[in-house]
T-cell receptor, first 114, second 113 residues
Framework: SAVISQKPSRDICQRGTSLTIQCQVDSQVTMMFWYRQQPGQSLTLIATANQGSEATYESGFVIDKFPISRPNLTFSTLTVSNMSPEDSSIYLC???????????FGPGTRLLVL | AQTVTQSQPEMSVQEAETVTLSCTYDTSESDYYLFWYKQPPSRQMILVIRQEAYKQQNATENRFSVNFQKAAKSFSLKISDSQLGDAAMYFCAYRSPGNQFYFGTGTSLTVIP
């Protein structure tokens, strides 16, 4: 299994600013994902982070709003740009190894936008 | 499109008793994976159990077992001898052959001492 950490664990931000969330995996994974989860709700996939190339975004999410980087197999960042209160949510990073069928999750980043 | 449905938003169980959480899914694929994840109040999503669709035998992990009915597209989770630490949000998930994951809306489980 993979152990995934995220920084920061939580933050309070002002409207119009940007926040970058970091995700670190303790072992190489072939696939990394970013999800958004409203409190008490299910997970919504934002994008698949691809190593060395542009992320693959799901419908409703765009690169200008949620730029993602993945410079290597164990690290990725998600930026929430030009934030508004509607962006207040929990952001989860996950990873999946090529030999694994299971997706493992980080502890999440709780974001509040004022 | 694949969908995952959890029809029980909330469930409760007496400590030491057994509870079953329901999950149904929709797919036209024949080879896929199903998962149950647990998310305690601390927020970390933890894998509870997984099932490979091509295996007829139901998966079991200690006190956790599944009832996988492929034809009915049903994947329920049974928790035996419930413990206080089992209290959490439980998500059912489907993984397509293309590695896309789909999650249900979750079932909040309360364990009553």
């Amino acid at each position: 299994s993979a152990v995934i950490s995220q920084k920061p664990s939580r933050d309070i931000c002002q409207r119009g600013t940007s926040l970058t969330i970091q995700c670190q995996v303790d072992s190489q994974v072939t696939m990394m994902f970013w999800y958004r989860q409203q409190p008490g709700q299910s997970l919504t996939l934002i994008a698949t982070a691809n190593q060395g190339s542009e992320a693959t975004y799901e419908s409703g999410f765009v690169i200008d709003k949620f730029p993602i980087s993945r410079p290597n197999l164990t690290f990725s960042t998600l930026t929430v740009s030009n934030m508004s209160p509607e962006d207040s949510s929990i952001y989860l990073c996950s990873g999946k190894g090529g030999w694994e069928e299971t997706q493992y999750f980080g502890p999440g980043t709780r974001l509040l936008v004022l | 499109a694949q969908t995952v449905t959890q029809s029980q938003p909330e469930m409760s169980v007496q400590e030491a008793e057994t509870v079953t959480l329901s999950c149904t899914y929709d797919t036209s694929e024949s080879d896929y994976y199903l998962f149950w994840y647990k998310q305690p109040p601390s927020r970390q999503m933890i894998l509870v159990i997984r099932q490979e669709a091509y295996k007829q035998q139901n998966a079991t992990e200690n006190r956790f077992s599944v009832n996988f009915q492929k034809a009915a597209k049903s994947f329920s989770l049974k928790i035996s001898d419930s413990q206080l630490g089992d209290a959490a949000m439980y998500f059912c998930a489907y993984r397509s052959p293309g590695n896309q994951f789909y999650f249900g809306t979750g079932t909040s489980l309360t364990v009553i001492p």
